[in-house]
T-cell receptor, first 111, second 115 residues
């Protein structure tokens, strides 16, 4: 079946630290991969996506590379800011419309 | 930027009562979805809707659930006889097309509390 596994949180970092949030997946077929972010009191917002192997999605300094060989889509940012504090969700779709989400990883960045 | 809007933001209902959650998808989007997130758990797919009919649904979406597009702008989720375990955050989403790789745009959610 289809599923997404994210690293457990919460994650607390100091401002300007390097961020990695791990995401691995299992999928029937060839999935498209996404990262969504949820700021406090808001809905899920698309952060980035990748639709085929070795594609790199990027947005707002965040990056993730679609690795088919390791079935991973880890999220990285070189220097986090306080404003990056949010919950981050890894997700996939295959041939149907439904998204399969990970459990979410809460990130807190302290000044 | 256009966005998906959901109302109400918080709904409190007695067990056994009917509840309707409302959503206004992005205007040029053709596919609509409902998801839910029980506290501390994953965001789970409930149903997708296209061309005035359900295109896909999960095991969670049983006979007590229904969806409707009553007019050209609203998309609703009805829970016929609520149970305690229906307490969750419900997210509506829409997408321009149904093709794989098309992102879905989410509303801020409705928190449903069943007493």
């Amino acid at each position: 079946g289809n599923s997404v596994t994210q690293m457990e949180g919460p994650v607390t970092l100091s401002e300007e630290a390097f961020l990695t949030i791990n995401c691995t997946y299992t999928a029937t077929g060839y999935p498209s991969l996404f990262w969504y972010v949820q700021y406090p009191g808001e809905g899920l917002q698309l952060l980035l996506k990748a639709t085929k192997a070795d594609d790199k999605g990027s947005n707002k300094g965040f990056e993730a590379t679609y690795r088919k060989e390791t079935t991973s889509f880890h999220l990285e940012k070189g220097s986090v800011q306080v404003s990056d504090s949010a919950v981050y969700f890894c997700a996939l779709t295959t041939t149907g419309n439904q998204f399969y989400f990970g459990t979410g990883t809460s990130l807190t960045v302290i000044p | 930027e256009p966005e998906v809007t959901q109302t109400p933001s918080h709904q409190v209902t007695q067990m056994g009562q009917e509840v309707i959650l409302r959503c206004v998808p992005i205007s040029n989007h053709l596919y609509f979805y409902w998801y839910r997130q029980i506290l501390g758990q994953k965001v789970e797919f409930l149903v997708s809707f296209y061309n005035n009919e359900i295109s896909e649904k999960s095991e969670i979406f049983d006979d007590q659930f229904s969806v409707e597009r009553p007019d050209g702008s609203n998309f609703t989720l009805k829970i016929r006889s609520t149970k305690l375990e229906d307490s969750a955050m419900y997210f509506c989403a829409s997408s321009e097309t149904g093709s794989q790789g098309q992102p879905q745009h989410f509303g801020d959610g409705t928190r449903l509390s069943i007493l």
